[in-house]
């Protein structure tokens, strides 16, 4: 399970809350609805948190795929 707020975000930062507390690393990938990646990186959690970075990313609906050991989990986001 995946969490992301602030959802809609108007800011530069959003937060990632994984349901696994145990899990160290997670690969985050931002896709367009089309499948284009727009945003990915390597991140380090703490207690299942991450903040992610996203002035890159321009206005508009997301996906959100949080990839780990556990497996892939996604969540829309929509940026304005």
């Given at each position: ?7 809609p975000v108007s800011?530069?930062y ?7 507390h145990d899990l ?5 990938n ?5 499948g284009k ?8 959690l ?5 903040l ?21 989990a996604s969540?829309?986001?929509?940026r304005?």
């Open positions: 399970l995946l969490n992301v707020y602030p959802n800011i530069d959003v937060h990632a809350q994984m349901e696994y160290e690393k997670i690969q985050i931002i896709c367009d609805l089309s990646v727009v945003s990915s990186g390597s991140y380090k703490q207690n299942g948190h991450v992610l970075e996203i002035s890159g990313v321009p206005k508009g609906v997301f996906i959100i795929n949080a990839i780990s050991e556990h497996g892939v969540r829309k986001m929509i304005f």
